[in-house]
């Protein structure tokens, strides 16, 4: 057991641009993102991507699926980095996340990019994220996979292999099962209140495919004025890894930098 997240931090600086994955997934989704960022980044932006609680690299921390203690011990760790102001991008769990953490720490929160986040209304495909948490072949982890994303989504390899790699890790699978049981209670997520959204003071940018099997698309309708809404037609809900390039321009744009 390790006593503080597991990050992927690379560069220097008092400003950052921090990645938090979504449910079975680990600082890795974020690699081709990462790779299509362009360079009109602001210059010397440090880029830290996490292994969340209960996943990965951070597999033993506690308050695993639980969105508030999970955005504290963020906030936290940036504050001992150093990092007085940064960027938000969170993938599903990981949107609630940032949002809980803009709450908790507005004026460190610069903007906020959330892709297909979680916590925008109740509905949610708890099927889906049982057969993911459940899996236990290869050839069931794929299936799951698949399913995770649109429905003519080429998954690559690649993808199927992390998950698979990230099944591997002693402990992950029943911690998946644990986790997955948290986020969806009786068919349910837990919804953010609309004076909530309403009171994120910072740039946000919310991205949501057409053909989203996990969270139904018209979680994006409605929103705030304020928030910037990015439909993307034939996409699912694995846009980290669906579409690298559109969500780096998203992100990219959040940040001001675009």
């Known amino acids: 057991m390790t006593g503080a997240l597991y990050a992927d931090d690379t560069g220097e600086g008092e400003c950052a641009l921090v990645l938090l994955h979504g449910f079975a997934g680990s600082h890795r989704v974020w690699e081709g993102v990462r790779k299509a960022l362009p360079n009109a980044l602001p210059k010397g932006l440090r880029i830290i991507a996490y292994d969340l609680p209960g996943h990965a690299r951070s597999l033993d921390l506690p308050g695993a699926g639980k969105a508030k203690s999970v955005a504290q011990m963020v906030v936290d760790d940036l504050a001992a980095r150093g990092i007085a102001r940064y960027h938000l991008a969170g993938h599903s769990f990981g949107g609630a996340v940032a949002v809980l953490a803009a709450h908790l720490a ?153």
């Open 106 to 258: 507005p004026r460190s929160v610069a903007s906020l990019a959330l892709i297909a986040p979680g916590g925008f209304g109740s509905g949610i495909a708890g099927d889906l994220m049982a057969a993911r948490a459940h899996a236990r072949t290869d050839d069931e982890i794929a299936s799951a996979v698949q399913a995770m994303f649109g429905a003519q989504a080429q998954v690559e390899s690649g993808v199927v292999d992390a998950a698979v790699e990230l099944n591997s890790v002693p402990g992950q699978r029943e911690k998946l099962i644990e986790i997955s049981s948290l986020i969806v209670r009786n068919g349910e997520q837990g919804a953010f209140p609309r004076a909530m959204l309403e009171a994120l003071a910072m740039p946000v940018h919310v991205a949501w495919g057409s053909r989203d099997a996990v969270l139904p698309p018209h979680q994006a309708d409605g929103l705030p004025e304020s928030f910037i809404v990015h439909r993307l037609p034939g996409l699912g809900h694995m846009l980290p890894e669906e579409a690298p390039f559109e969500i780096a321009r998203i992100i990219a744009e959040s940040t001001g930098a675009v």
